[in-house]
């Protein structure tokens, strides 16, 4: 079986530049390599489970509630920059075609967003990177930290 790119990631002390923002009970957040939609999180699932109804209920719920705090603190670091100047809408995506870990990408969607109403990945891989120093990554990962509660 070839490595899982998500385990490597998950079973790793953070580094510096890693983006990493929180270590969860059943999830660790990190700030999306991904940055066309500025604040955009995964959640990595701590072990390799490939799908979510493989998980017991209960644990089901936990990765959900994460999901959501992960949501809220978003909203809190962005309250106004969201569609007129309300916070930020999410878009939350389970998907697993292309890495089968459980992951959620919590992707917050701003007023700035040049299609709001379709899939981020249907975007210029460009624009989907978005352009983010280093220095802004590191202090947008800092913010959401900051923002969990």
């Not at 917050?108 to 983010?132: K, S, T, Y």
């Amino acid at each position: 079986m070839a490595r899982c790119p998500l385990c490597d990631i998950a079973s790793r002390s953070p580094a510096p530049d890693s983006g990493h923002i929180a270590a969860l009970d059943q999830c660790l957040v990190v700030l999306g390599d991904n940055q066309g939609c500025p604040g955009w999180c995964v959640l990595i699932l701590r072990e390799h489970v490939e799908h979510m109804d493989l998980l017991g209920v209960p644990r089901q719920r936990a990765v959900f509630g994460e999901v959501a705090r992960v949501a809220a603190a978003i909203r809190r670091v962005f309250p106004t920059s969201g569609a007129g100047g309300g916070p930020v809408r999410i878009n939350y995506e389970c998907l697993g075609n292309q890495v089968p870990h459980v992951h959620w990408h919590v992707i917050p969607r701003h007023a700035d967003d040049p299609e709001p109403r379709n899939a981020v990945w249907g975007w210029e891989p460009q624009r989907l990177r978005g352009d983010l120093s280093p220095d802004q990554r590191r202090d947008l990962a800092r913010r959401i930290a900051g923002a969990m509660t």
